[in-house]
């Protein structure tokens, strides 16, 4: 769970103290929370403060590891379920995959792609695809007969009566077509999945008038903010999970804690299977050779920085993405649609090329047999748009959990404090997890 800008307490350590317990500087620590390796918090002084059974977890990784402490890469998976899901936006198959290795069995997914759609057939003939426009698709012979409905909508400006007035009108986005099939299905519970960006979208109003138009059908609604890199895949990748369950029914919401641990590159390559993907020019290769792993374009020369970045050179931010090196020990940046682009360069960490229709698979934990359909360029996009397999495992591992009306464990916790009127617990939350490597 989030932490809490709170006084020092018993179970905490301060940056200088961890430092000691992990025998490593206070900029090693430093440099780990900046990356999205080590949980960070920050006291009402505005020190660093750290878990001591977290702490702890990476000494043991630290020291070679334990059972526990050291994960390898493993697509996740669970025993089936009498439960089920309808799918909408569902590309090429990562959440639908990962709630049925969850245990949830598959109705029907709506996909608008052909390349996406063409995937998921090719891995799961007996699923029930729709390719096509949402818009032109009836819900009606579901009703009631739903557990769950998922599906990660874009995030869309909505119109508004007038200049800070109410709540704004869905209609003619896809989110209203998400909260049309949620009132023709009437499932039990109904799952948005949204980039972090969406909690301050358009100053925060779009979140809150998704949340109110789901209250409004029926919905008690609670929304939470995910890292990937502490859930099994080997990608920092961040997402607002949007959770509702019907009012009429006594369903406690449950979202996945974190683990103590990271997968890294490593891993997760180990033993890939070759694949083809994009190749640099000859130019560039000469550039990005002269990359060291973990770096970027800070670590060429000076006159090739100026060659390559050419006019951003001379501009402000940090640019870290241009030029970006993986580095094997740690978990991926997150995965774009274009592991060339200038500016979300995504290059082996060992060898001097983009990353492979493979290795991004292996990093949105895809089993090396599940196939895409399409040129090189579709593939990619499939990929990098996809929810990571295992975090839509951990997802529906919880939702099982709800459905079951399990109580809170170690792997998944209830969240039960109403949050969403004025987002201010939203904002604290986003404000608590930016100090992380600040």
């Known amino acids: 769970m989030p932490y809490a800008m709170v006084t020092l307490k018993t179970g905490f350590l301060q940056l200088q103290e961890a430092a000691k317990l992990l025998q490593v500087s206070p900029d090693t620590i430093r440099r780990w929370a900046k990356k999205g390796l080590i949980k960070a918090g920050r006291d009402e002084n505005n020190h660093r403060f750290f878990e001591i059974s977290e702490l702890n977890a990476i000494k ?37 995959l990962g709630f049925e290795n969850a245990g949830l069995e598959t109705k029907l997914l709506v996909e608008i792609d052909k390349n996406a759609a063409a995937t998921m057939r090719l891995n799961r003939p007996n699923w029930n695809i729709i390719n096509g426009d949402i818009k032109d698709v009836s819900f009606k012979e579901y009703q009631e007969k739903i557990d769950v409905l998922a599906g990660g909508f874009p995030c869309q400006a909505f119109s508004y009566a007038g200049k800070g007035l109410g709540f704004g009108e869905p209609r003619g986005t896809l989110f209203f077509e998400f909260l049309r099939a949620t009132n023709e299905i009437r499932p039990k519970v109904v799952l948005g999945e949204n980039v972090r960006g969406l909690i301050q979208h358009d100053s925060g109003r779009t979140l809150k008038t998704m949340v109110h138009c789901l209250e409004e059908a029926g919905y008690t609604v609670f929304h939470h903010l995910v890292r990937a890199q502490f859930l099994d895949v080997p990608q920092k990748r961040e997402r607002l999970i949007i959770l509702g369950v019907r009012k009429d029914l006594k369903l406690k919401h449950m979202f996945p804690v974190e683990k103590s641990y990271t997968v890294s590159l490593q891993e997760a390559f180990k033993d890939i299977p070759e ?6 020019s000859q130019r560039k290769y000469e550039i990005m050779k002269l990359v ?47 592991p060339a682009q200038k500016q979300t360069e995504r290059c082996h960490p060992k060898e001097t090329r983009p990353l492979s229709i493979r290795e991004y698979a292996r990093i949105q934990t895809f089993p090396d047999k599940w196939n895409f359909v399409g040129p090189v360029s579709s593939r990619y996009q499939q990929i990098g748009n996809a929810v990571p397999v295992n975090l839509a495992y951990h997802l529906g591992v919880g ?21 969403i009127d004025e987002m201010k617990s939203t904002q604290l939350e986003l404000n608590i997890l930016e100090t992380i490597g600040s």
Not at 399 to 419: A, C, G, N, T, Y
Request: glycine share 12%.
């Open 275 to 280: 694949s083809d993907g994009y190749k640099y």
């Open 60 to 96: 043991q990784k630290l020291n070679g590891g334990s059972k526990d402490s050291k994960k390898s890469f493993e697509v996740l998976k669970a025993k089936p379920t009498n439960f089920n899901v309808i799918e909408l936006f569902s590309g090429c198959g990562g959440m639908a």
């Open 292 to 338: 060291p792993e973990g770096g970027y374009w800070r670590d060429l020369p000076v006159d090739i920085q100026k060659e390559f970045m050419g006019a951003s050179f001379f501009h402000g931010g940090g640019k870290t993405g241009m030029a970006r090196r993986l580095s094997m020990d740690e978990p991926s940046l997150t995965l774009t649609c274009n």
């Open 399 to 419: 939702i099982v959990k709800m459905l079951r009306q399990s109580p809170e464990d170690k792997e998944h916790f209830i969240k039960d404090k109403i949050e």
